[in-house]
């Protein structure tokens, strides 16, 4: 079974930063594609970015690039979402996922076998 557990989510204003961090069980972390999806309120959820095993290749969602990063740490098994510029259309709900099995479908959230319970991030005009 493997657990996923974000923090780091928060109010701040906008132009600001936040790093959400996602702490994952598992005893092989270095073999999990991993994903950071978001939901707003009404919305569907939404990818945002999402990073391969090894850490080398990293894809983001138009309306991010270029303000959050994502990053891991195969040491810690732990994924990070490194968010500046932050603006109010970014206040959602952010969830990290888990890509176990080896598929390459990236954005869509039905590849993910396994979520975090979310962590809220609130973007104040």
């Known amino acids: 079974q493997v657990q996923l557990v974000e923090s780091g989510g928060g109010l701040v204003q906008a132009g600001g930063s936040l790093r959400l961090s996602c702490a994952v069980s598992?005893?092989?972390?270095?073999?999990?594609?991993m994903g950071w999806f978001r939901q707003a309120p009404g919305k569907e959820r939404e990818f945002v970015a999402a990073?391969?095993?090894?850490?080398?290749?990293?894809h983001y969602e138009d309306s991010v690039q270029g303000r959050f990063t994502i990053s891991r740490d195969n040491a810690k098994n732990a994924v990070y979402l490194q968010m500046s510029s932050l603006k109010p259309e970014d206040t959602a709900v952010y969830y990290c996922a888990a890509e176990t099995t080896g598929g390459d479908k990236y954005k869509d959230p039905g590849e993910y076998d396994y979520w975090g319970q979310g962590t809220q991030v609130t973007v104040s005009s």
């Open positions: 598992g005893r092989i972390f270095s073999s999990y594609a």
């Open positions: 990073i391969s095993r090894s850490g080398e290749y990293t």
